[in-house]
């Protein structure tokens, strides 16, 4: 039982990453090295903990994407 439990959360955590890799995709930063994006993220991470409007003004951003994807 212990091992199906591992199993399905490394299965859970291995999906979580491919969705995520697939964000970067999406926003059209495949090619931009790796250090660049994870500057980037801690950047963006420093700046909404300092700054609400910054997390509305992001969230509409993606969710325009997300919605113009069946277009």
Do not use: P
């Not at 990453?17 to 999406?26: A, F, P, Q, R, S």
């Not at 910054?54 to 993606?62: F, H, M, N, Q, V």
């Amino acid at each position: 039982m212990a091992r199906t439990t591992t199993s399905d959360a490394r299965k859970k955590d291995t999906r979580e990453k491919i969705e995520l890799g697939g964000l970067i995709v999406k926003a059209g930063l495949r090619f931009e090295k790796r250090a660049l994006l994870l500057g980037a993220l801690i950047d963006l991470q420093r700046r909404l903990n300092s700054d609400g409007h910054e997390r509305s003004r992001l969230t509409a951003i993606g969710a325009e994407v997300f919605g113009n994807e069946g277009e």
